[in-house]
Every structure is written in structure tokens, then in C-alpha cells.
């Protein structure tokens, strides 16, 4: 069975064609295309609440390639899931319509929630097979909004989404590159009201082990690598200190966008947003290890994430 999942959020649209291999009743994908675009779908979705149509424009561009990637490989199933920007919006059926036209398939626009749990499904295995005792927290930190979900070798136990992300933080307070001081508590207070609301039902007190997803988590870990370029295969399933991933979210906020434009392993179409990301991203962990009361000492990154949940989400 070959299968395309493709996930399109707030500032990427992503594609992955990959064959389903099933031993035991323990299904894994693996890869034949693996794509990304950032299209930035949900550009001043923050302050209109509608998509705009030069975001459209590049959305249904880079869903026509995926067309064409998906009718090469002769793909038996399509799952097209759309999730922050396309929840917000006042005109998402114009998203839906275009996507229909294009790949035969309608966008499901999933729920915070379903989000959580597909992410949850693609990444928990990144820091090696779960045991009855392990207790992982996801943190899906994506454009529009953050998926943080707990779960065990069982499956989801609780999960929470929050309307805090690195571009719809961005256009909100980041108005410099670098933030002032001011703008950047203005995030972080965001950031921890957020979580205070993501602590009444998902019980982060009970995590083993955290684990971070997409674009912005990776990203900084290339930081914290000191990686000379993006190596996805060096960033998956690395376990890095807490500490030396909070460094490196400071360190990619304090730059201009000059300075991380020359990054290497900096995808241009992050370099405005990152210092938002970072900045969601280090409250985050530092919400986790106060929680654990400490005990939470390292940070997973998983390149693997609700793009291979939506993929084994076609496995019957």
C-alpha cells in the first residue's frame, strides 16, 4: 500500500509519499517523497481572521506540484489534513474548494485535539520504543497554534491545543528583528497563559520524557548542534540538555534577520519567524522542567510528526 499524507499549516504545506510496511500488526512508513513549502498560509490570518489571497496563490501552487508527485508515484490513498490558519479563517471554503479541484480530495480541517493525537502518533517513538512506564509529552509547536500531548505506549492520555505559534506570535508583538525586551515578554506572557490552560488538562507534572515537532523545534536544535547545515538524520531522535536548547532559542531571538539568513541550516522561509518560534519554544520547556520539578533534564526532536501520523492514519 502507498499512501500521501500531506499537512498543511500555518506557514507550510507538506507532502510525504510512503509505502506502508505492516509486521505484526506494527505498521511503519517508509519514505519515497518527503517535500515541504513554506507557502505561509496564514499570513495576518492573526488580524483579519481571513486568508489572503496571495497566501491562497501559493498554497494551490505548491498543492498542484504535490498533484503531480502523488499521479508519479501512483499513490493508492490520500489524506490532505489542514489545521491552525484554515480553523481561523472566515473564507476556508475557498482553501477547501481550491484543494478539491486540485488533488481530488477534500482538506479535513482537523481539531486542535485530532491534531494533537496525529502528532502524538508520529513522533512518540522518536526517543525509542515506549515502555509502560513512559510518560511522553509531544509539543507540536506549529505557525498558528501549539499541540502539547501526553500520552503512554497506550496511546493519547490528554492533549491540549493553544493559539500561540511562531508566526501568529510574530506578526502579534514582534514588530524588530531582533525583539525588544518589551515585545518579548509580551510573547512569553502569552505563551504562559497558555500553558496554564494546556496544565488544566494535560498533567505535564507526569512527563519522561519531552519531545518537540516541526519546523521551529528542529531548527534550534541545528542551533544547539552547531550542525553546518539542516541534517535531518543527525536532528531526529537526538536528545539534547535543556539547558543548551534554551541557549540556542536565545541565541536565534537575539539575531537580526540578516544574521540568521546566513545560517546555514536556516530555511529562508523561517528566518522572519523564528525569534517568535524560539521564544514559544523555550517557555515551553522551561513550563515542562518547573512541572517535573526538574526531573525533565533533556529535549528529543523529532523529525517524524503529524505528517506520519496522517500517514499511518490510512493503515486499516
Not at 69 to 86: G, P, Q
Not at 98 to 106: D, E, S
Not at 107 to 120: C, D, I, N, Q, W
Request: hydrophobic residues 40%; charged residues 25%.
Amino acid at each position: 500500500m502507498r499512501v500521501a499524507a500531506i499537512d498543511c499549516g500555518t506557514n507550510s504545506i507538506r507532502l510525504l509519499i510512503a509505502d506502508v510496511k505492516d509486521e505484526n500488526g506494527h505498521p511503519e512508513l517508509i519514505d519515497i517523497v518527503r517535500e515541504m513549502r513554506v507557502v505561509r498560509l496564514g499570513q495576518g490570518v492573526d488580524s483579519t481572521g481571513w486568508l489572503a489571497e496571495a497566501a491562497l496563490d501559493r498554497t494551490f501552487a505548491a498543492a498542484e506540484e504535490y498533484a503531480r508527485l502523488i499521479k508519479k508515484h501512483k499513490v493508492d490513498e490520500i489524506r490532505f489534513v489542514a489545521t491552525s490558519a484554515t480553523r481561523d479563517a472566515g473564507n476556508r471554503q475557498v482553501f477547501v474548494d481550491g484543494i478539491r479541484q486540485r488533488l481530488g480530495v477534500v482538506p479535513e480541517v482537523v481539531t486542535g485535539e485530532e491534531e494533537a493525537a496525529l502528532s502524538f502518533r508520529g513522533a512518540a517513538n522518536a526517543t525509542g520504543p515506549l515502555t509502560p512506564e513512559d510518560r511522553v509529552l509531544v509539543v507540536d509547536l506549529g505557525g498558528g497554534s501549539t499541540e502539547c500531548v501526553l500520552g503512554t505506549v497506550d496511546g493519547v492520555t490528554a492533549a491540549k491545543s493553544v493559539d500561540v505559534g511562531c508566526v501568529r506570535m510574530t506578526e502579534r508583538y514582534l514588530g524588530s528583528n531582533p525583539p525588544t525586551d518589551e515585545q518579548q515578554r509580551q510573547v512569553l506572557q502569552d505563551v504562559d497563559e497558555a500553558m496554564d490552560s494546556v496544565a488544566r488538562i494535560v498533567p505535564l507534572f507526569q512527563t519522561t520524557h519531552l519531545v518537540g515537532v516541526a519546523g521551529t523545534v528542529t531548527t534550534v536544535t541545528a542551533r544547539a548542534m552547531n550542525l553546518e547545515s539542516y541534517d535531518p538524520d543527525a536532528i531526529h531522535g537526538s536528545t539534547m540538555p535543556v539547558d543548551s536548547i534554551t541557549q540556542a532559542c536565545k541565541d536565534l531571538t537575539a539575531m537580526t534577520k540578516q544574521e540568521r539568513a546566513q545560517l546555514a541550516y536556516m530555511h529562508q522561509g523561517r528566518v522572519d519567524v523564528i525569534g517568535g518560534g524560539a521564544l514559544v519554544w523555550r517557555r515551553v520547556i522551561e513550563r515542562v522542567v518547573s512541572a517535573t520539578q526538574g526531573r525533565v533534564q533533556s529535549v528529543t526532536a523529532s523529525e517524524h510528526d503529524i505528517l506520519d501520523g496522517i500517514g499511518l492514519s490510512l493503515v486499516r
